[in-house]
């Protein structure tokens, strides 16, 4: 998606682009469960020339999570839905020079032939050195169709915030339902299926999701590689979310980026590390949850700031951000 997107962006600057994409045609598909803030891709998708309004599947009312001991909460959305990010991909990408089936290595890639090659490979980091530090939880998903009685936002939070399970709805009875578990348990996918034996399978996708934050996901650069979006840590830990991060992310390249002169690395590097400064404080919530050390007296100063932050950027997640509900859901689980 952030190649998609800088692609697009790169072009309508006035440079020469070339994207490179491993699979064939028919087989590219964006993986993720395609929610996210309208608010955000609203302001992305008329930046790269889009109405957001095309691609709207549905528009959330209230997310329901499940949490341990039998408690339930509900969010209030403001702004969450979910969207055709297959259709929105493939417009932001109309016009470029797109090599599919493209296997680029290390070893074999004509790096000398271009000023800057952007790492947008997502968790695979393909083109620039692995981080001792990275985290990765395992997590899979299904398309479903014909699905009846789940029209809105349902997630199950898992002891230890060791992962969850999530359903998002499309349109039409179609949704997204999956979960990431660092113990592969995945609970709720087989109570799911139970539930709705009228489901069908659509797609089968399996792909960990990236919870180390940008601070622990350096160097983002390799010569003259750099690294974009979730390659170097852009996604919220608590969620597990990065299409919004990487989205951000790809902006304050393009603002680092003069186009005579080039990228002033530095003013990227040290964009990217302040603005997702506070998901290091929510990595070492997740990670302290995980680990059973997590006290809400002790690690206060973390969990006020990951509140004050989520807060200010509300509208950004689309869903109310509560300071009581917070505590509630941190100490369910």
């Not at 072009?11 to 682009?17: D, L, T």
């Not at 959305?77 to 599919?100: A, C, F, P, R």
Request: hydrophobic residues 35%; neutral net charge.
């Amino acid at each position: 998606m952030a190649g998609s997107y800088l692609g697009n962006m790169l072009q309508k600057r006035g440079h020469e682009v070339q994207v490179f994409e491993s699979l064939r045609p028919e087989n590219h598909w964006p993986v993720c469960a395609w929610g996210a803030s309208r608010h955000m891709l609203e302001k992305f998708s008329e930046k790269a020339g889009l109405d957001f309004e095309d691609y709207i599947m549905h528009v959330g009312q209230r997310l329901r999570m499940d949490l341990p001991a039998g408690k339930v909460e509900y969010l209030d959305l403001k702004g969450l839905v979910t969207y055709n990010k297959h259709k929105w991909e493939h417009d932001l990408m109309q016009g470029l020079e797109i090599k599919y089936g493209a296997k680029v290595t290390k070893e074999d890639f004509q790096f000398e032939k271009y000023d800057h090659v952007l790492d947008c490979t997502g968790l695979h980091r393909t083109l620039l050195p692995k981080s001792e530090e990275d985290f990765l939880i395992p997590a899979y998903e299904y398309l479903l169709e014909g699905v009846k009685g789940e029209d809105e936002f349902y997630t199950i939070g898992y002891k230890g915030a060791k992962g969850y399970f999530w359903y998002f709805p499309l349109d039409d009875g179609r949704g997204y339902m999956g979960a990431g578990d660092v113990e592969k348990k995945y609970h709720g996918i087989k109570e799911f299926f139970e539930q709705h034996p009228e489901a069908k399978i659509v797609k089968k996708i399996g792909r960990p999701i990236r919870l180390a934050p940008p601070k622990k996901m350096e160097p983002f650069f390799d010569g003259n590689v750099v690294g974009v979006g979730e390659s170097i840590g852009c996604v919220f830990p608590m969620l597990g979310e990065g299409i919004i991060p990487s989205l951000l992310c790809c902006d304050f390249f393009l603002d680092a980026l003069d186009d005579k002169k080039g990228l002033d690395a530095k003013k990227y590097r040290k964009k990217v590390l302040s603005y997702f400064d506070y998901y290091d404080d929510v990595y070492r919530i997740v990670r302290l949850k995980m680990d059973g050390k997590l006290s809400t007296i002790r690690h206060a100063n973390l969990l006020m700031s990951m509140y004050r932050h989520m807060k200010k950027e509300e509208s950004r997640f689309g869903f109310e951000v509560s300071l009581e509900k917070m505590n509630r859901l941190v100490n369910a689980l």
